[in-house]
């Protein structure tokens, strides 16, 4: 779908919504106003956001026959949330107080004014969570402590940079770059997802995206894999040509670090596939030759794939985004993982069943039809140290 498409369908969502709402209002006041009760109550409002609501839910078929994926959904239910809720807050207090100063009876009742204010948060909370959240890059440092028996003693730096997924190669994407190439890594890995956006649009960006990757560099190598938005394998190829980056399929590369010897495999998105097990085998079940083994995916379920207590010392995924939304003492609500539990694809480093397995929340958001949204979820580029233990 056409990003102009895209926008009059949600323009036209958000109206009928709006419209829902004010004729579900007006009509249960006029009903109270019969009863002798003109103030709108918050029970009325309730009402009001139930009645919207469910007039949601039935317009979802038709949002679908127009091309709308459940992406498209959730956006239109996010405009409905930081647009209609806070918009109707406010015009309902201003027609409050205008009739309160003309001496006119009031429009609502004090339970009522409380919950347009508390409506009119969610405004600025969209604003935050479309416009600043979105681009405010952290640095995390990590340590992996791996096995003493591995040979050497120097500690390996890993910059991840996952999940770039962006459709226009902007200052955000070269200040995420240079923040990587600043720590002066011994290798980066990219678990997937570097461009979002039609076969036109990926044209006219291979240009910008060549020399974004071309900036990157590190002595160990740098490694990217397949990503869900990376099905157009032909122009990716092209985008990656004249860079460092190397692309992995279902292979393993090898490389001396400092006095370490690192693996490093690659799968294809679909890890369950024969190549890729067969790729995960080769990593986990390869003579024992004192290297360090890091498996390199997109999707953090992966992990199925590798057997409990694995020769494999660290994997490497991305994919979640850290879930983009996140919500306090619950976590995000949705991380599009299935294998994995939700701590674990909310980011960070994990151990589960003796398997160590990294998740980062990614550089970029969800495009196409998602609403650009992070909430208590910021993008974030990592340091991992790989040191032996004490």
């Given at each position: 779908?056409?990003?102009?498409?895209?926008h009059?369908?949600?323009?036209?969502?958000?109206?009928?919504?709006?419209?829902?709402f004010?004729?579900?209002?007006?009509?249960?006041?006029?009903?109270?106003?019969?009863?002798?009760?003109?103030?709108?109550?918050?029970?009325r409002?309730?009402?009001?956001?139930?009645v919207?609501?469910?007039?949601?839910?039935?317009?979802?078929?038709?949002?679908?026959?127009?091309?709308?994926?459940?992406?498209?959904?959730?956006?239109?239910?996010?405009?409905?949330?930081?647009?209609?809720?806070?918009?109707?807050?406010?015009?309902?207090?201003?027609?409050?107080?205008?009739?309160?100063?003309?001496?006119?009876?009031?429009?609502?009742?004090?339970?009522?004014?409380?919950?347009?204010?508390?409506?009119?948060?969610?405004?600025?909370?969209?604003?935050?969570?479309?416009?600043?959240?979105?681009?405010?890059?952290?640095?995390?440092?990590?340590?992996?402590?791996?096995?003493?028996?591995?040979?050497?003693?120097?500690?390996?730096?890993?910059?991840?940079?996952?999940?770039?997924?962006?459709?226009?190669?902007?200052?955000?994407?070269?200040?995420?770059?240079?923040?990587?190439?600043?720590?002066?890594?011994?290798?980066?890995?990219?678990?997937?997802?570097?461009?979002?956006?039609?076969?036109?649009?990926?044209?006219?960006?291979?240009?910008?995206?060549?020399?974004?990757?071309s900036?990157?560099?590190?002595?160990?190598?740098?490694?990217?894999?397949?990503?869900?938005?990376?099905?157009?394998?032909?122009l990716?190829?092209?985008?990656?040509?004249?860079?460092?980056?190397?692309?992995?399929?279902?292979?393993?590369?090898?490389?001396?670090?400092?006095?370490?010897?690192?693996?490093?495999?690659?799968?294809?998105?679909?890890?369950?596939?024969?190549?890729?097990?067969?790729?995960?085998?080769?990593?986990?079940?390869?003579?024992?030759?004192?290297?360090?083994?890091?498996?390199?995916?997109?999707?953090?379920?992966?992990?199925?794939?590798?057997?409990?207590?694995?020769?494999?010392?660290?994997?490497?995924?991305?994919?979640?985004?850290?879930g983009?939304?996140?919500?306090?003492?619950?976590?995000?609500?949705?991380?599009?993982?299935?294998?994995?539990?939700?701590?674990?694809?909310?980011?960070?480093?994990?151990?589960?069943?003796?398997?160590?397995?990294?998740?980062?929340?990614?550089?970029?958001?969800?495009?196409?039809?998602?609403?650009?949204?992070?909430?208590?979820?910021?993008?974030?580029?990592t340091?991992?140290?790989?040191?032996?233990?004490?």
């Open positions: 779908m056409s990003p102009g498409r895209l009059v369908i949600l323009l036209a969502s958000v109206v009928f919504d709006a419209g829902v004010s004729l579900t209002v007006w009509a249960l006041r006029r009903r109270g106003a019969a009863e002798g009760r003109r103030a709108i109550s918050t029970a409002l309730s009402a009001a956001a139930m919207t609501s469910a007039a949601f839910c039935l317009k979802l078929p038709v949002l679908y026959l127009a091309g709308f994926n459940a992406f498209g959904a959730i956006h239109a239910l996010y405009l409905d949330i930081v647009v209609i809720l806070p918009a109707a807050g406010l015009l309902l207090l201003l027609l409050a107080w205008s009739r309160r100063w003309a001496g006119r009876p009031r429009l609502l009742t004090p339970g009522s004014r409380f919950t347009c204010f508390a409506a009119m948060a969610a405004a600025p909370v969209g604003v935050y969570a479309s416009l600043i959240e979105p681009y405010d890059l952290r640095e995390e440092t990590l340590r992996v402590v791996i096995p003493a028996e591995r040979s050497g003693a120097d500690p390996v730096t890993i910059a991840v940079l996952s999940d770039i997924q962006t459709d226009r190669v902007g200052e955000y994407e070269r200040f995420a770059v240079d923040r990587v190439m600043s720590w002066r890594p011994d290798m980066i890995l990219m678990p997937g997802d570097l461009f979002q956006g039609s076969s036109e649009s990926f044209i006219q960006q291979i240009p910008a995206l060549r020399d974004l990757l900036r990157l560099s590190a002595p160990g190598g740098v490694y990217f894999v397949l990503g869900d938005v990376d099905s157009q394998l032909d990716l190829r092209r985008a990656l040509e004249g860079t460092p980056v190397r692309l992995l399929i279902n292979d393993v590369a090898r490389t001396k670090v400092r006095d370490r010897h690192v693996s490093v495999g690659g799968v294809e998105l679909r890890y369950g596939s024969s190549p890729a097990a067969a790729t995960i085998r080769q990593l986990n079940d390869g003579a024992d030759e004192g290297d360090v083994r890091i498996l390199l995916a997109h999707r953090p379920d992966v992990i199925e794939a590798v057997g409990p207590n694995a020769r494999i010392d660290l994997i490497v995924a991305g994919h979640s985004h850290g983009q939304v996140c919500i306090p003492f619950l976590g995000p609500p949705l991380t599009l993982c299935r294998v994995v539990p939700r701590r674990v694809a909310a980011g960070g480093l994990h151990v589960m069943s003796g398997r160590c397995i990294y998740v980062s929340r990614g550089v970029g958001h969800e495009r196409g039809q998602a609403p650009p949204i992070r909430f208590l979820c910021p993008p974030e580029i340091l991992l140290t790989l040191e032996s233990r004490e």
